[in-house]
């Protein structure tokens, strides 16, 4: 099993930047992805980036504003989200797929995108 903790959201204006932080409780293999994904009120999770060893998946709609990055050494998984609109407001799970496929999530960041 692993925890996961999120850190870093917040309020922020129309067009600031936030930084995620993602502690993993324990070490994750670098072959096992980690990410991040979002729900806002009213709708489904949604993805938001993944990466993993040699691949980096993003949501066309964070494409060009939010860079996924890892530190194998810390544990830890980030989300450098930049140019936030208020479409950005949800809440920000970190989450990562272990052996046998077993999905793991953290508890969620509020990021509120307003002015």
């Known amino acids: 099993q692993v925890q996961l903790e999120e850190s870093g959201g917040g309020l922020v204006q129309p067009g600031g930047s936030l930084r995620l932080s993602c502690k993993a409780s324990r070490s994750i293999n670098i072959f096992y992805p980690m990410g991040w994904y979002r729900q806002a009120p009213g709708k489904q999770r949604e993805l938001v980036a993944t990466?993993?060893?040699?691949?980096?998946n993003y949501a066309d709609f964070v494409k060009g504003r939010f860079t996924i990055s890892r530190d194998n050494a810390e544990n830890t998984v980030y989300l450098q989200m930049n140019s936030l609109a208020p479409e950005d407001t949800a809440v920000y799970y970190c989450?990562?797929?272990?052996?046998?496929?077993?999905?793991?999530w953290g508890k969620g960041t509020l990021v509120t995108v307003s002015s």
């Open positions: 989450w990562t797929s272990l052996s046998r496929g077993m999905d793991y």
């Open positions: 990466t993993t060893v040699g691949f980096t």
